[in-house]
Protein backbone atom coordinates (compact mmCIF):
# COMPACT_ATOMS: atom_id res chain seq x y z
CA UNK A 1 0.00 0.00 0.00
CA UNK A 2 1.68 3.13 -0.86
CA UNK A 3 0.28 6.20 1.14
CA UNK A 4 -1.45 9.48 -0.04
CA UNK A 5 0.13 12.75 1.92
CA UNK A 6 -2.82 14.79 1.13
CA UNK A 7 -5.58 13.24 3.18
CA UNK A 8 -8.29 15.12 0.92
CA UNK A 9 -11.18 13.24 -1.28
CA UNK A 10 -10.30 13.53 -5.38
CA UNK A 11 -12.82 14.55 -7.43
CA UNK A 12 -11.95 13.81 -10.59
CA UNK A 13 -14.44 15.62 -13.52
CA UNK A 14 -14.45 15.85 -17.40
CA UNK A 15 -16.40 14.91 -19.94
CA UNK A 16 -18.38 11.91 -20.70
CA UNK A 17 -16.05 9.37 -22.74
CA UNK A 18 -12.51 11.05 -22.01
CA UNK A 19 -11.40 8.30 -19.86
CA UNK A 20 -12.13 9.22 -16.67
CA UNK A 21 -12.62 5.88 -15.56
CA UNK A 22 -9.70 4.68 -17.69
CA UNK A 23 -7.55 6.19 -15.54
CA UNK A 24 -8.59 6.22 -12.03
CA UNK A 25 -9.00 2.36 -12.68
CA UNK A 26 -5.40 2.38 -13.45
CA UNK A 27 -4.49 4.02 -10.63
CA UNK A 28 -6.55 1.41 -8.34
CA UNK A 29 -4.52 -1.38 -9.80
CA UNK A 30 -0.85 0.19 -9.75
CA UNK A 31 -1.70 1.14 -6.11
CA UNK A 32 -3.64 -1.77 -4.46
CA UNK A 33 -5.58 -1.01 -1.40
CA UNK A 34 -4.79 2.62 -1.20
CA UNK A 35 -7.83 3.67 -2.81
CA UNK A 36 -11.88 3.64 -2.74
CA UNK A 37 -14.34 4.88 -5.42
CA UNK A 38 -17.41 6.34 -4.13
CA UNK A 39 -20.16 4.53 -5.02
CA UNK A 40 -22.74 6.98 -6.49
CA UNK A 41 -26.83 6.94 -5.89
CA UNK A 42 -28.09 6.75 -9.89
CA UNK A 43 -31.66 6.77 -11.12
CA UNK A 44 -30.45 4.96 -14.08
CA UNK A 45 -30.55 1.46 -15.39
CA UNK A 46 -27.43 -0.83 -15.39
CA UNK A 47 -25.29 -1.51 -18.51
CA UNK A 48 -24.43 -4.88 -18.29
CA UNK A 49 -21.87 -6.44 -15.85
CA UNK A 50 -22.33 -3.33 -13.49
CA UNK A 51 -23.25 -4.26 -10.03
CA UNK A 52 -25.64 -2.53 -7.38
CA UNK A 53 -23.46 -1.71 -4.46
CA UNK A 54 -20.45 -1.70 -6.29
CA UNK A 55 -20.24 0.34 -9.82
CA UNK A 56 -23.53 2.51 -8.27
CA UNK A 57 -26.20 2.28 -6.03
CA UNK A 58 -29.24 1.64 -8.06
CA UNK A 59 -32.46 3.53 -6.51
CA UNK A 60 -35.68 3.93 -7.85
CA UNK A 61 -36.73 8.01 -8.25
CA UNK A 62 -38.49 7.64 -5.64
CA UNK A 63 -35.65 6.89 -2.59
CA UNK A 64 -33.43 9.32 -5.16
CA UNK A 65 -35.65 12.26 -4.54
CA UNK A 66 -36.75 10.81 -0.97
CA UNK A 67 -33.21 10.54 0.60
CA UNK A 68 -32.19 13.60 -1.44
CA UNK A 69 -35.42 16.06 1.06
CA UNK A 70 -33.92 14.70 3.56
CA UNK A 71 -30.41 16.24 2.61
CA UNK A 72 -28.64 12.91 2.37
CA UNK A 73 -26.90 14.18 -0.81
CA UNK A 74 -23.48 16.19 -0.44
CA UNK A 75 -23.98 16.72 -4.82
CA UNK A 76 -26.41 15.56 -7.05
CA UNK A 77 -27.60 16.30 -10.22
CA UNK A 78 -30.13 15.08 -13.09
CA UNK A 79 -28.88 14.17 -16.77
CA UNK A 80 -31.58 13.65 -18.81
CA UNK A 81 -33.58 11.56 -17.44
CA UNK A 82 -31.72 10.53 -14.97
CA UNK A 83 -30.82 11.43 -11.42
CA UNK A 84 -26.95 11.26 -9.56
CA UNK A 85 -25.94 12.15 -6.04
CA UNK A 86 -23.24 10.96 -4.03
CA UNK A 87 -25.05 10.17 -0.44
CA UNK A 88 -23.46 11.66 2.52
CA UNK A 89 -23.04 8.34 4.52
CA UNK A 90 -21.56 6.78 1.61
CA UNK A 91 -18.48 9.18 1.98
CA UNK A 92 -18.35 8.36 5.97
CA UNK A 93 -18.19 4.88 5.34
CA UNK A 94 -15.03 5.49 3.06
CA UNK A 95 -13.56 7.69 5.24
CA UNK A 96 -13.95 4.86 8.43
CA UNK A 97 -11.81 2.39 5.73
CA UNK A 98 -8.59 4.53 6.15
CA UNK A 99 -8.58 5.32 2.34
CA UNK A 100 -8.42 8.29 -0.33
CA UNK A 101 -11.73 8.13 -1.75
CA UNK A 102 -12.01 8.99 -5.82
CA UNK A 103 -15.14 11.00 -6.79
CA UNK A 104 -16.54 10.55 -10.26
CA UNK A 105 -18.48 13.28 -10.67
CA UNK A 106 -19.77 15.76 -12.95
CA UNK A 107 -19.84 19.81 -13.63
CA UNK A 108 -23.12 20.46 -11.05
CA UNK A 109 -21.76 18.15 -8.44
CA UNK A 110 -18.28 19.89 -9.06
CA UNK A 111 -20.38 23.43 -8.28
CA UNK A 112 -22.24 21.82 -5.45
CA UNK A 113 -19.25 20.04 -3.73
CA UNK A 114 -17.21 23.34 -4.10
CA UNK A 115 -19.98 25.55 -2.48
CA UNK A 116 -20.80 23.07 0.41
CA UNK A 117 -16.88 23.79 1.19
CA UNK A 118 -15.77 20.13 1.34
CA UNK A 119 -12.62 19.26 1.27
CA UNK A 120 -11.32 17.80 -1.28
CA UNK A 121 -9.07 18.10 -4.33
CA UNK A 122 -10.47 18.41 -8.27
CA UNK A 123 -8.85 17.23 -10.93
CA UNK A 124 -10.26 17.58 -14.65
CA UNK A 125 -9.85 15.04 -17.50
CA UNK A 126 -9.90 17.27 -20.83
CA UNK A 127 -9.87 15.56 -24.08
CA UNK A 128 -7.26 16.10 -26.80
CA UNK A 129 -9.95 17.59 -28.80
CA UNK A 130 -13.81 17.29 -29.41
CA UNK A 131 -13.45 14.90 -32.37
CA UNK A 132 -11.42 12.41 -30.70
CA UNK A 133 -13.97 12.47 -27.54
CA UNK A 134 -16.42 11.18 -29.95
CA UNK A 135 -14.48 9.16 -30.97
CA UNK A 136 -13.68 7.40 -28.10
CA UNK A 137 -17.51 7.87 -27.18
CA UNK A 138 -18.64 5.74 -30.03
CA UNK A 139 -15.51 3.19 -29.71
CA UNK A 140 -17.23 2.34 -26.11
CA UNK A 141 -20.14 1.01 -27.77
CA UNK A 142 -22.20 1.40 -24.97
CA UNK A 143 -23.93 4.66 -26.15
CA UNK A 144 -27.68 5.08 -28.17
CA UNK A 145 -26.89 7.61 -30.78
CA UNK A 146 -29.00 9.85 -28.71
CA UNK A 147 -27.31 9.48 -25.60
CA UNK A 148 -23.88 10.15 -27.67
CA UNK A 149 -25.42 13.43 -28.78
CA UNK A 150 -26.35 14.46 -25.26
CA UNK A 151 -23.19 13.68 -23.87
CA UNK A 152 -21.21 15.72 -26.53
CA UNK A 153 -23.34 18.68 -25.92
CA UNK A 154 -22.68 18.42 -22.01
CA UNK A 155 -19.24 18.39 -22.89
CA UNK A 156 -19.14 21.35 -24.01
CA UNK A 157 -20.53 22.09 -20.46
CA UNK A 158 -17.88 20.33 -18.64
CA UNK A 159 -15.19 22.27 -20.74
CA UNK A 160 -16.06 25.82 -20.54
CA UNK A 161 -16.35 24.97 -16.97
CA UNK A 162 -12.71 24.08 -16.83
CA UNK A 163 -11.74 27.04 -18.07
CA UNK A 164 -12.55 29.03 -14.69
CA UNK A 165 -9.64 27.68 -13.26
CA UNK A 166 -11.02 25.94 -10.08
CA UNK A 167 -9.39 23.24 -10.54
CA UNK A 168 -6.09 22.08 -8.84
CA UNK A 169 -4.86 20.44 -11.75
CA UNK A 170 -5.95 19.87 -15.74
CA UNK A 171 -5.13 16.78 -17.54
CA UNK A 172 -5.17 16.25 -20.93
CA UNK A 173 -5.64 12.75 -21.86
CA UNK A 174 -4.26 11.80 -25.13
CA UNK A 175 -1.53 9.81 -24.16
CA UNK A 176 -2.77 7.32 -21.50
CA UNK A 177 0.34 6.16 -20.23
CA UNK A 178 1.46 10.07 -20.19
CA UNK A 179 -1.89 11.42 -18.49
CA UNK A 180 -1.84 8.75 -15.81
CA UNK A 181 2.37 9.57 -15.02
CA UNK A 182 0.69 13.09 -14.48
CA UNK A 183 -3.00 11.98 -12.28
CA UNK A 184 -0.34 9.92 -10.25
CA UNK A 185 1.75 12.29 -9.55
CA UNK A 186 -0.80 14.68 -8.87
CA UNK A 187 -2.21 12.36 -6.54
CA UNK A 188 0.96 11.47 -4.72
CA UNK A 189 2.19 14.82 -4.09
CA UNK A 190 3.09 16.33 -1.06
CA UNK A 191 1.01 19.65 0.25
CA UNK A 192 3.62 20.66 2.27
CA UNK A 193 5.96 21.20 -0.18
CA UNK A 194 3.86 22.67 -2.87
CA UNK A 195 3.95 26.21 -3.68
CA UNK A 196 0.28 27.32 -4.22
N1 LIG B 1 -5.85 8.02 -23.72
C1 LIG B 1 -6.75 7.31 -24.38
N2 LIG B 1 -6.57 7.06 -25.71
C2 LIG B 1 -7.50 6.37 -26.40
N3 LIG B 1 -8.63 5.86 -25.90
C3 LIG B 1 -8.87 6.08 -24.59
C4 LIG B 1 -7.95 6.81 -23.76
N4 LIG B 1 -8.46 6.86 -22.51
C5 LIG B 1 -9.64 6.20 -22.56
N5 LIG B 1 -9.89 5.72 -23.80
C6 LIG B 1 -11.09 4.98 -24.25
O1 LIG B 1 -12.15 5.92 -24.31
C7 LIG B 1 -13.40 5.29 -23.96
C8 LIG B 1 -14.04 6.09 -22.84
O2 LIG B 1 -13.28 5.92 -21.65
P1 LIG B 1 -13.98 5.82 -20.22
O3 LIG B 1 -15.13 4.87 -20.29
O4 LIG B 1 -12.89 5.58 -19.23
O5 LIG B 1 -14.54 7.32 -20.11
P2 LIG B 1 -15.26 8.07 -18.89
O6 LIG B 1 -14.73 9.45 -18.89
O7 LIG B 1 -15.08 7.27 -17.66
O8 LIG B 1 -16.76 8.05 -19.37
P3 LIG B 1 -18.14 8.15 -18.50
O9 LIG B 1 -18.10 9.47 -17.80
O10 LIG B 1 -19.21 8.08 -19.54
O11 LIG B 1 -18.13 6.97 -17.57
C9 LIG B 1 -13.06 3.87 -23.56
O12 LIG B 1 -13.38 3.01 -24.65
C10 LIG B 1 -11.55 3.92 -23.27
O13 LIG B 1 -10.94 2.67 -23.53
Known sequence: MTSV????PIVISGPSGVGKGTLYNLLFKRHPNTFTLSVSHTTRKPRPGEQDGVHYHFVTKEAFLELKAQDGFIESAQFGDNFYGTSKA???EQRAKGKTTVLDIEVEGVKQIQASKFPARFVFIAPPSEEELEKRLRGRGTESEDS?????KQAKVELEYSKTGIHDRIIVNDDLETAYKQLEEFVFADPTNEED
Request: charged share 40%.
Open 148 to 152: IQKRL
Open 5 to 8: PDPR
Open 90 to 92: TIE
